[in-house]
């Protein structure tokens, strides 16, 4: 099993940046892919950053492209989402997940491939 827990979301202005953390315990940090997802509110859940265990294959969505870059510290057990140049359709509930994967340098977009899911934090961004 694989506890995920988030913290980092608030309400920012647009144009201001958040740091997102998602702290991991409970199976063999590097060889989990971390993945960051968000739900807007009526919304479908989509991907937004994915990480490789080893943190040196990286995917970003377009949607946030030279605006987020997803990190982590693996002496830490933890993953980051750095979010610059906010924008108010960046708004929603921001999720954690994990994969357990054979290789240490996945990553994945589909939602559906990772096991594990933290409880989400709030990230809303006012115009």
């Known amino acids: 099993q694989v506890q995920l827990v988030e913290s980092g979301g608030g309400l920012v202005q647009a144009g201001g940046s958040l740091r997102l953390s998602c702290a991991a315990s409970?199976?063999?940090?590097?060889?989990?892919?971390m993945g960051w997802f968000r739900q807007a509110l009526g919304k479908e859940r989509e991907f937004v950053a994915s990480?490789?265990?080893?943190?040196?294959?990286?995917h970003v969505a377009d949607s946030a492209k030279g605006r987020f870059t997803i990190s982590r510290d693996n002496a830490k057990n933890t993953a980051y989402l750095q979010m610059n140049s906010l924008k108010p359709e960046d708004t929603g509930v921001y999720y954690c997940a994990a994969l357990s994967s054979i290789s240490r340098y996945t990553v994945r977009s589909s939602a559906d491939e990772y096991n594990y899911w933290g409880q989400g934090t709030q990230v809303t961004v006012s115009s």
């Open positions: 409970g199976r063999t940090w590097s060889m989990l892919t």
């Open positions: 990480i490789s265990g080893s943190g040196t294959n990286t």
